[in-house]
């Protein structure tokens, strides 16, 4: 079977880690792959742009676009990541499928495949009625040309259905899974070490609260800045790996919270994975998620981990994996980091729980063998 797959953006977010994953790991005697991106080498005019004041033209463009490639290439399979592909993706399919006759080689149709990693209308969005309500609206009509919609979390599964997105039968959840044996972590004094050589006002004897993530609204750094605020303790030092638009605003409320000395924004690492370990508590405040891989690496490393009831992080942390508080709740948060500093037990146990977790069922043999099983479902 010959997969296509498409992802909106050609950076490297969880859907383009997903896709490469996937590409990498499906049999190779049953599966062939292709990965198609957004931007330029890709398809020019697939975009994340919400431009409705132009009459979408740039997403009717990438729809022909996606016509002319779906002609050269033929897949049996359109595998689609990403909300803006989601939509752009399914309509060009369908276009495809409608004139594939006029081809002069008889073609079966494509089958659609749409993975939501977090849905865009999810209600913690902080977007207006109007445009939430318009990409309700846009999901549900692209559904009809999608044959199956892979959830990466039950919460996304259950957001499909009250929205009325698609019937249950079209709907399947399969949790994120990562190569844990390909994990290139230092250990902890390492890796302290490592960070401490790149900020020479860091004390590596100090207890060490990280997270890794865009610095974009959706990740809710704010509330950790304000929760370090609050606890107000010099011995405990804060750590983001990550750059994004918000790092000016960030920046301003360190400062104004006075914790210049003990919070660091490290900026990009493209090997931030091997300083895990560095961290005694890895904390995900997001407002906003599906089901992150550096939440499935903090538990692969044995950490223990804060994080916010969004998306699917309370399924893998709940009950004894993990620590769940609300989003925006920065008391909550400063109070949970407080009791973890102060019981060394709890945080071995949460770490020892997450990481048995991880290593049974989390697995990427486990999502490829899911997803391989979906495609092979429409197998001609």
């Known amino acids: 079977m010959n997969i296509l797959f498409l992802v909106t953006k050609n950076d490297t977010g969880g859907a383009q880690k997903y896709v490469a994953d996937l590409a990498a790991h499906l049999p190779k005697d049953t599966f062939r792959t292709e990965i198609v991106t957004g931007g330029k080498g890709g398809i020019h005019f697939l975009s994340n742009a919400f431009r409705p004041y132009f009459f979408f033209l740039n997403d009717i463009a990438a729809v022909i676009e996606i016509v002319f490639y779906l002609r050269k290439h033929h897949p049996d399979i359109l595998h689609l990541n990403s909300s803006k592909a989601g939509v752009v993706g399914a309509i060009a399919a369908k276009l495809y499928n409608l004139t594939r006759h ?124 304000d929760a370090a605020a609050k606890l107000n303790d010099p011995s405990v030092a804060f750590f983001i790996i990550g750059e994004g638009y918000e790092r000016k605003k960030l920046e301003t409320l360190i400062k104004m919270r006075g914790l210049k000395n003990n919070f660091f924004l490290l900026g990009t690492m493209p090997d931030a994975t091997c300083y895990l370990k560095a961290f005694d508590v890895f904390v995900m405040p997001s407002i906003k998620e599906g089901l992150p891989y550096t939440l499935l690496e903090a538990m692969a490393a044995g950490l223990s981990i804060i994080a916010t009831r969004t998306g699917g992080m309370p399924e893998i ?19 949970t980091i407080q009791k973890l500093l102060a019981d060394a037990s709890l945080q071995q146990t949460l770490g020892a729980n997450a990481k048995a977790y991880a290593q049974k069922e989390l697995t990427l043999e486990r999502m490829v063998r899911e997803t391989a099983a979906i495609y092979m479902s429409f197998r001609a």
């Open 317 to 335: 942390l709940e009950p004894q994996n993990g620590v769940i508080i609300p989003p925006r709740d920065s008391i909550g948060l400063a109070n």
């Open 102 to 225: 006029l081809s002069s080689v008889t073609r079966h149709p494509i089958r659609v495949i749409f993975t939501a990693h977090g849905w865009v209308f999810n209600p913690e969005n902080r977007y207006g009625w109007l445009r939430q309500r318009c990409y309700i609206l846009f999901h549900k009509f692209a559904a009809l040309f999608q044959d199956a919609i892979v959830n990466v979390s039950e919460y996304d599964r259950q957001l499909a259905l009250r929205y009325r997105i698609a019937p249950a039968n079209k709907l399947f959840t399969i949790h994120n899974g990562i190569d844990i044996a390909t994990l290139d972590m230092l250990p902890k004094d390492m890796a302290r070490a490592s960070l401490t050589a790149k900020r020479s006002t860091l004390n590596a004897q100090e207890f060490w609260v990280g997270s890794i993530g865009r610095l974009v609204a959706e990740k809710n750094y704010e509330t950790l800045i």
